[in-house]
């Protein structure tokens, strides 16, 4: 009987090899040679962790490139019931070094791949607002088209009023996109004034926006 990781000999009336837990075959695929020592093919241990999805990858890419492997699972913990499964994997010493590099290649393409997602979902939260700024940030940069002849003292021409906070922010910013500097008032509910030779120009953006749609 022959371990098929190691190539072990056992004798008769042993199933499993005593190293690395692999089925005991009958006949190996190539005869194992009498004169290489057996400490030198061995199990090594290649990778141990407690990542499920790296050690997937792991054995995957072994697997691809044809090195033989086996693994383990065992859980670990102090405390009952909060144990967790820590993965190992081994390879035939003989292997060492191909193992080795199959397991660097696994890993860094793992470790883009999760740099990949993360950038993915940062860019898809970013995403989330369109605009990337809130309302505020808006109204301030809308309030830099103002023209300097705007005089606070002399909007007096009321053009608006309302209750709807949504609808007001938005009225003020289409206002000052279009030049047109405007106060608030909004001890009651909200009004919006204007300087009065600007009153025609405001109504109408009013009526605009709050008809959503162009005048005739």
């Known amino acids: 009987m022959f371990c098929p990781h190691c190539t072990t000999e056992y004798r008769a009336g042993f199933s499993r090899c005593s190293d690395c837990g692999a089925q005991l075959v009958q006949h190996l695929d190539a005869p194992v040679?009498?004169?290489?020592?057996?400490?030198?093919?061995?199990?090594?241990?290649?990778?141990?962790?407690?990542?499920?999805t790296?050690?997937?990858?792991?054995?995957?890419?072994?697997?691809?490139?044809?090195?033989?492997?086996?693994?383990?699972?065992?859980?670990?913990?102090?405390?009952?019931?909060?144990?967790?499964?820590a993965y190992a994997i081994f390879v035939p010493?003989?292997?060492?070094?191909?193992?080795?590099?199959?397991?660097?290649?696994?890993?860094?393409?793992?470790?883009?791949?999760?740099?990949?997602?993360?950038?993915?979902?940062?860019?898809?939260?970013?995403?989330?607002?369109?605009?990337?700024?809130?309302?505020?940030a808006i109204l301030d940069s809308a309030a830099d088209a103002v023209p300097e002849e705007y005089d606070p003292n002399d909007a007096t021409a009321e053009v608006w009023s309302g209750n709807d906070a949504d609808t007001k922010d938005m009225l003020i910013a289409s206002l000052h996109e279009n030049g047109i500097g405007c106060e608030l008032d909004s001890e009651n509910h909200f009004r919006i004034r204007v300087m009065l030779g600007s009153a025609p120009r405001a109504r109408e953006i009013v009526r605009e926006v709050t008809e959503a749609s162009p005048p005739a």
């Open 33 to 52: 040679p009498k004169d290489r020592p057996q400490a030198a093919d061995g199990p090594e241990l290649l990778w141990t962790g407690t990542d499920m």
């Open 93 to 136: 010493a003989r292997h060492h070094n191909a193992a080795q590099a199959v397991l660097e290649e696994a890993r860094r393409q793992f470790e883009d791949g999760q740099e990949e997602l993360s950038k993915s979902t940062s860019d898809s939260e970013s995403s989330n607002d369109p605009q990337g700024k809130d309302q505020s």
């Open 54 to 85: 790296i050690s997937g990858a792991i054995t995957a890419a072994l697997n691809q490139s044809g090195i033989p492997h086996h693994t383990q699972t065992r859980d670990v913990g102090l405390l009952p019931g909060l144990a967790q499964p």
